[in-house]
C-alpha cells in the first residue's frame, strides 16, 4: 500500500488523475490518499507531487507518530532523513519536531541519519480529517515539478488563453496518454495539450482549421518535444495538420484517446456553425475515432457528449478567475 501526497485544492480532481499512474486509490485525508499499486507514471503526475510505501497510520500528533513509527517493522537498512509535512497547513503541528522526535526513533534502531543523500526518506504527513491524522511511509517516487519552464508565453508561438501546462498535464493523463497510446486533439489550437501528452510518451496528432494555428503547433511540439523531460519516458512523436473537426482524415478506431479544449464563448460562431453545433459535431466524429477522452470548456458539454455516444464518466470544475470556471468531462464508451 502507497500514500499519495496531492497538490492543488480538488482532491478529487487529483485523485482522479492518480488513478491514471495507481491501482486503487481512496482518498485517506485532506491532500492524501492511498493506492494499492503505482507505476512509473506517478513521475508524470501533474497533481500528486509523492508517493510513498504506506508504513502505517495512526491519529494524534507528534508522539503518535512516534508510538507508530516504534512499533513498525522497518525492513531497511542504510542511511535515513525524515520530512515532516504539515498537509495543507491545517494540524499546526511543528513539523521540526516530528523530524526529531522521528529521527531519534531511527537512530535507536540502528539507522544512520544522512540530510543530504539519504539511502531512504521517511516521510511524516500530518493531516486533518474528521480528526487528526498521521500517515508514515517510505518514500518511492516524487514526480517532476517541471511544468513553470513550458509557461504559454514563453513558447515560441503563443495565442492568449492557452491552457497552463499544469492542468493540461492533468487532462492528458486523465484521458490515458502514455507511451505506445496515440493521442487526438482536433482543435489543438497552439498544442499545450498535444505537448503534455507527448512529453509523458504518447504519440500526439493535431488537427486545427486554422493555417497559424498549425504553423505554430508545429513550432512548439518541436521545441518542447525535442529533448524531453529528465525522469519521463521518451517524448513521443507528433504530426499536425490543417483540418475540420467534424470530418477527421482518420480511420475508425484509429486513435486511443481524445483532448480538446473546446473554443470558449457561449455564443460563438466558428467557420458559419454556432459553437454548440461545431461541438456537438466534433464531439461525434471524435468518438468514431476514439474510445475515451476528456473536453475542457468553459461550459459543461454533457447533452452534446451524451447525445455523440459518449459515457459522461465524471465532470469537475476548474476555477481560472471570477468569471471564468473551467469544465472538464472525463468521456468513456
Not at 512509473?40 to 500528533?61: C, E, K, M, N
Not at 517516487?141 to 504559454?152: I, N
Request: hydrophobic share 45%; charged share 25%.
Amino acid at each position: 500500500m502507497f500514500v499519495l501526497e496531492l497538490g492543488g485544492e480538488d482532491d478529487d480532481f487529483a485523485a482522479r488523475e492518480a488513478a491514471s499512474a495507481c491501482s486503487a486509490v481512496d482518498q485517506l485525508a485532506r491532500g492524501l490518499a492511498t493506492a494499492r499499486g503505482i507505476t512509473d507514471r506517478v513521475y508524470g503526475l501533474a497533481y500528486t507531487h509523492a508517493a510513498s510505501r504506506l508504513i502505517g497510520t495512526t491519529t494524534g500528533g507528534v508522539d503518535a507518530a512516534r508510538a507508530l513509527l516504534e512499533a513498525a517493522a522497518l525492513n531497511r537498512t542504510g542511511s535515513v532523513a525524515v520530512r515532516a509535512r504539515d498537509v495543507r497547513s491545517a494540524t499546526g503541528v511543528s513539523t521540526q519536531r516530528a523530524e526529531r522526535v522521528l529521527g531519534d526513533v531511527l537512530v535507536d534502531r540502528g539507522f544512520a541519519v544522512d540530510l543530504e543523500d539519504p539511502d531512504h526518506e521517511l516521510r511524516a504527513l500530518f493531516a486533518e480529517n474528521d480528526e487528526q491524522l498521521v500517515a508514515l511511509g517510505w518514500l518511492a517516487a516524487e514526480s517532476v515539478r517541471d511544468f513553470g519552464d513550458r509557461r504559454p508565453t514563453d513558447r515560441p508561438f503563443f495565442q492568449p488563453g492557452s491552457m497552463a501546462p499544469l492542468l493540461a498535464r492533468a487532462v492528458v493523463n486523465i484521458a490515458g496518454a502514455r507511451s505506445g497510446r496515440t493521442v487526438l486533439d482536433p482543435m489543438c489550437g497552439t498544442g499545450g495539450l498535444l505537448a503534455e501528452a507527448g512529453l509523458v510518451g504518447a504519440d500526439v496528432v493535431g488537427i486545427d482549421a486554422q493555417r497559424k494555428m498549425v504553423r505554430g503547433a508545429r513550432e512548439n511540439l518541436r521545441a518542447l518535444l525535442a529533448d524531453g523531460v529528465d525522469g519521463l519516458p521518451t517524448p513521443g512523436a507528433f504530426t499536425v495538420a490543417r483540418g475540420d473537426a467534424t470530418r477527421l482524415p482518420l480511420c475508425a478506431g484509429s486513435v486511443d484517446c481524445l483532448v480538446v479544449d473546446a473554443p470558449y464563448g457561449r455564443q460563438s460562431k466558428i467557420a458559419g456553425q454556432s459553437l454548440d453545433t461545431l461541438v456537438g459535431n466534433a464531439l461525434c466524429e471524435a468518438r468514431r475515432v476514439a474510445s475515451r477522452g476528456v473536453i475542457v470548456g468553459d461550459q459543461a458539454w454533457d447533452e452534446r457528449a451524451r447525445a455523440a455516444g459518449w459515457r459522461v464518466e465524471s465532470r469537475f470544475v476548474r476555477p481560472v478567475h471570477g468569471t471564468l470556471d473551467r469544465h472538464v468531462l472525463v468521456l468513456g464508451d
